[in-house]
């Protein structure tokens, strides 16, 4: 039987302090972004695609990833994954995006992934800390506005691997590709080239976070997440969207680089040309402008 939704609403609303804390942090915790009840059943629904620890998947080619960080699934909203669907293109989610981009424009869902971070003791697939990097670099847009929801599905106390952010380094502009899903030979190491950063900004202390507890991030903020020390996966649900008006930029062959770019799934723009915006089913409005 398809799963229901027990939670109304299903985003609770972002405050003004949550909107300043991003706009000079580039980065802010929200407290039951969701509420437990609803991170539960995502969580149970996670596991029956992924496997009650999270290793059963079968990597679809070109859509899910084999990452070192995590083990994940790709798209759950975008395919109508019952509850995922529900949420990840919600209009209360679009409006929490809306308000911390701060713009009067229509947000566009991005892109969502389930990640679960395996125990370091496993030694196993997905049991990698985070590398410090920003999600910005290897993206294709032409202007900011990008927002990541981190969403705790389960208990993330700071020993699983919960993320910290280098708080105001959203303010030093693109520091180089995102590559933390490159081989190790090819990764940037953000704070190897820009050492001054620890000068400037301060890594935020690992977070406690309770089941639908929610980080978000602007797409400069340097982020990375330690090992899981603990013996239990650290499940969360990430989920991205975008201002309605954001141009491709045309980096194509880059674009395909990168894992995790929807077009990397196929290697097809999906006839989104270089110049126009995300004006595609894949992105859909999941709140209007204003
Ligand atoms: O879950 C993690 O450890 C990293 C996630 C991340 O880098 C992101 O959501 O941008």
Known sequence: MRPTLQSTPLVREI???EV???RRDGWACLRGLISPEL???LLEQAKQVMGPEGKDHTLRPGIDPQLEWSTQYHYPAFEGMPLFGELGRSEE???AAQ???GRRVGVRYYRDLIACRQPAASGGAGSRPTPPHQDYPSRIF????YVNFWIALNEVPPERG?????TGSHQEGPLGWDSKDRPAAEQLQLLDVYPELLERHEWSEPLHLRPGDA???SMLTVHRAGANTTGEQRWSYITMYLPEDVRYVGNHDVANLIVGNPFHVTGDRKGIEPGSTFDHPHFPLVVPGF
Do not use: K, N, V, W
């Open 142 to 145: 032409d202007r900011m506005g």
């Open 99 to 101: 308000r911390l981009i």
């Open 215 to 217: 980080t978000c991030h």
């Open 39 to 41: 991170a539960g059943q």
């Open 15 to 17: 405050t003004d302090p």
């Open 20 to 22: 300043e804390a991003y």
């Open 162 to 166: 919960s993320m910290q952010f280098l």
């Open 93 to 95: 989610i679009g409006r």
